[in-house]
């Protein structure tokens, strides 16, 4: 018999309270940054041509211009340059000497999510970073810039960076770290993939075209199966070619796309369940990417993957759950426990060692809130509970 929701939820909540102390009391990693070069290769959707224009509103004319489903497919390849941060443990825990964190960032980010968008004024060092926490309990982390995202090459935003192509960049990079062929990145044998949003996404389709050879462990987080605030997310955050709505990103292609609006009422809770100074760093900080990383269509397809999966996705959070802004009454409840919202996304895994904890008071950007810390040690109570 399955242990209830609730007593799961209670045993991780109260095993990651216990790493806090440990946590906040660890020294900062230490980290490099690096460059890959990742040759890749994909049968991409063959979209109709961007339009050229930079003027708001062309990404809805645009999409609303074709049946993504009806397209068909186009070979696509290339080497790219692929931009990581590479952090060893803090602390030395037996057993994990050869094991690893590999961590994607969500839409509109960049892998600096990882350390709580690099926000400059926590209550205390590391309150925000999943990298700092899993150092503290004997991992290693990758977290990488997505093809066309942060610092990594931004090739044409339509016909190159699409879900395709991503997922080859990000295979090959997990078979590099099994390989120990990245430079700057010692070999593991063990690779646990920790995703959010968009990153989640990828990492599913990874579980699901890579079953046996993909990671041996996965973290979602913000995400479900069904994310029902997806489009109007989009909408809220009123995206135009960055070019033109960012003065950072002068000479990019139309089809790289700015948010310009709306980023607190998109991915952060209530008032109260975060702290304002981190919500005006966030909206500052860029947010761009390729519109053909949302144009396509892919069926939904249940895994085969059969190891250990955590689903981790906030109570608030308005877009797996939501209409796209914590603004909208009523205010958006994923609910709890069997049959909520994010315990659906079991049925994405059924052969799989299956896991949903829900954070209170927590939205879209799980790294960003209070709650950000428990949310850590929960993951990290959970990744001890599977062997890891």
Request: hydrophobic content about 40%; aromatic content about 10%.
């Amino acid at each position: 018999m399955r242990p209830s929701y609730e007593a799961v939820s209670i045993a991780l909540a109260t095993a990651g309270l216990a790493t806090l102390g440990q946590a906040r009391c660890s020294p900062k990693p230490l980290c490099k940054e690096l460059v890959f070069t990742i040759n890749a290769a994909a049968n991409n959707t063959a979209f109709p041509p961007f339009p050229t224009s930079t003027g708001p509103g062309v990404l809805f004319q645009y999409l609303s211009s074709f049946n993504a489903s009806a397209l068909g497919t186009v070979p696509a390849a290339g080497t790219f340059k692929i931009s990581a941060l590479y952090c060893e443990p803090t602390t030395k825990v037996k057993g994990r000497e050869g094991t690893i964190q590999y961590l994607l960032h969500g839409l509109t980010a960049n892998k600096e999510y990882w350390n709580g968008e690099d926000f400059p004024d926590p209550e205390f060092r590391g309150q925000y970073s999943w990298i700092s926490h899993a150092a503290s309990q004997g991992y290693a982390t990758l977290a990488i810039d997505n093809l066309g995202n942060g610092k990594s090459d931004r090739p044409d935003p339509m016909n190159i960076v699409q879900p395709p192509m991503q997922i080859s960049v990000i295979y090959s990079i997990l078979r590099g770290i099994r390989a120990g062929s990245l430079p700057g990145v010692p070999k593991y044998d063990k690779v646990i993939m920790g995703t959010h949003s968009y990153g989640s996404v990828l990492g599913r389709l990874i579980s699901t075209i890579f079953p046996t050879s993909g990671a041996d462990a996965y973290i979602l987080t913000a995400t479900a199966a069904n994310l029902t605030g997806l489009q109007q997310f989009i909408a809220n955050i009123g995206p135009r070619a960055a070019t033109v709505a960012d003065s950072r990103y002068k000479g990019l292609a139309p089809a790289y796309l700015s948010a310009t609006q709306n980023i607190r009422e998109v991915i952060y809770g209530l008032d109260g369940s975060f702290d304002p100074k981190i919500t005006k760093w966030d909206a500052a900080s860029p947010h761009v990417f390729a519109a053909g990383e949302i144009a396509g269509h892919s069926a939904t397809v249940p895994s085969n993957f059969a190891g250990p999966v955590l689903v981790m996705t906030g109570r608030q959070d308005q877009i797996a759950c939501g209409t796209g802004s914590i603004l909208d009454r009523p205010t958006v409840d994923c609910g709890l426990g069997s049959g909520s919202h994010v315990d659906e996304t079991r049925s994405l895994f059924p052969k799989a060692q299956f896991q949903a904890y829900v954070p209170e008071n927590t939205a879209h950007n799980l790294n960003t809130h209070y709650s950000a810390p428990e949310t850590f040690g929960a993951a990290h109570a959970w990744l001890e509970s599977v062997g890891f």
